[in-house]
């Protein structure tokens, strides 16, 4: 029973930074994607391999990155607008299906993703 557990949200002003935690408990592999949304689009995405994706708003702004002995999904958040306020949700794609070769799934698409945490609010004022 794979549970999911996001931290970190709250709220800045604009150009201020946020880290999001989410914690992966009930999976004990270590080889899975993960993904974090923000009311289901996609914000960036990492796959097994620890190589990630990025939508495009956010590109040079967040960074996702993964802890895979503690188990920990992480995104770092810079530079934040009002525009990126939302609940953010991690995600997980256990078969890592979107990091299949030959296929061109796209990881931000939450269709591949199984398993979701309740999410954390992130609010940024002008």
């Known amino acids: 029973h794979v549970e999911l557990e996001e931290s970190g949200g709250g709220s800045v002003q604009a150009g201020g930074s946020l880290s999001l935690s989410c914690v992966v408990g009930g999976y004990p592999y270590k080889k899975y994607c993960m993904a974090w949304f923000r009311e289901r689009e996609g914000v960036a995405a990492i796959d097994s391999d620890g190589s990630p994706t990025y939508a495009e708003s956010v590109k040079g702004r967040f960074t996702i990155s993964k802890d895979n002995v503690k188990n920990i999904l992480y995104l770092q958040m810079d530079s934040l607008k009002p525009e990126d306020s939302a609940m953010y949700s991690c995600?997980?794609?256990?078969?890592?299906?979107?990091?299949?070769?030959?296929?061109?799934?796209?990881?931000?698409?939450?269709?591949?993703?199984?398993?979701w945490g309740r999410g954390t609010q992130v609010t940024v004022s002008s």
């Open positions: 995600a997980v794609d256990l078969g890592c299906v979107t990091a299949l070769p030959g296929l061109g799934l796209d990881p931000m698409a939450d269709r591949y993703y199984g398993y």
